[in-house]
Structure formats: structure tokens, C-alpha cells
């Protein structure tokens, strides 16, 4: 079976699939470096929250989230791939 222009198409789109996953992750993981720097500053959760609710386009638990990604023990690694 030869190769086609179909499979070379695909095969570019599924490596830039790959490098924007990549990226995506990278954003997440600086986001939530960035909002454990954030808490912190803070004394109480609570005021972490208002926080995020004043200053975020997300919700506290994605910032929970962000922060558990950043946390994760893969972190690092992923982030200088």
C-alpha cells in the first residue's frame, strides 16, 4: 500500500495536535505556578477565592485544578519538553 497526500495531511495535523497539546499543558502548568504564588500571599482561603472570582475567567476549582497540574510530580518535566 503506498503512501497518499491524504496520509501526509493527517500525519501533519496529528503532530501539530501533538505540539498544541503540549503547549496547552505548559500554559496550564505556568497558570497554576502562577496562582500557587498568588495564594501565598494570602492568610485564608477564602480571600483566595474572592480573589479568583474578582480577578479570573475561570472558577475556583480550575484554579484548584491549574494548581494541582502545577503541583503534579510530572510537572517539571512536562514543562521543559
Same mark, same amino acid.
Given at each position: 500500500m503506498e503512501k497518499s497526500n491524504e *496520509? +501526509? #495531511?493527517i500525519l501533519a495535523e496529528y503532530a501539530d #495536535? =501533538?505540539? +498544541?497539546?503540549k503547549d496547552a499543558v505548559r500554559?496550564? =502548568?505556568r497558570c497554576g505556578q502562577l496562582l500557587i504564588k498568588q495564594r501565598a500571599k494570602m &492568610? @485564608? &482561603?477564602v480571600e483566595f477565592? #474572592?480573589?479568583v472570582t474578582l480577578n479570573c475567567q475561570f472558577s475556583y476549582p480550575k484554579a484548584m485544578e @491549574?494548581? $494541582?497540574l502545577?503541583? *503534579?510530580k510530572n #510537572? $517539571?518535566?512536562l514543562i521543559h519538553d
Amino acid at each position: 500500500m503506498e503512501k497518499s497526500n491524504e *496520509s +501526509d #495531511a493527517i500525519l501533519a495535523e496529528y503532530a501539530d #495536535a =501533538i505540539a +498544541d497539546g503540549k503547549d496547552a499543558v505548559r500554559h496550564g =502548568i505556568r497558570c497554576g505556578q502562577l496562582l500557587i504564588k498568588q495564594r501565598a500571599k494570602m &492568610e @485564608y &482561603e477564602v480571600e483566595f477565592m #474572592a480573589w479568583v472570582t474578582l480577578n479570573c475567567q475561570f472558577s475556583y476549582p480550575k484554579a484548584m485544578e @491549574y494548581m $494541582k497540574l502545577a503541583r *503534579s510530580k510530572n #510537572a $517539571k518535566k512536562l514543562i521543559h519538553d
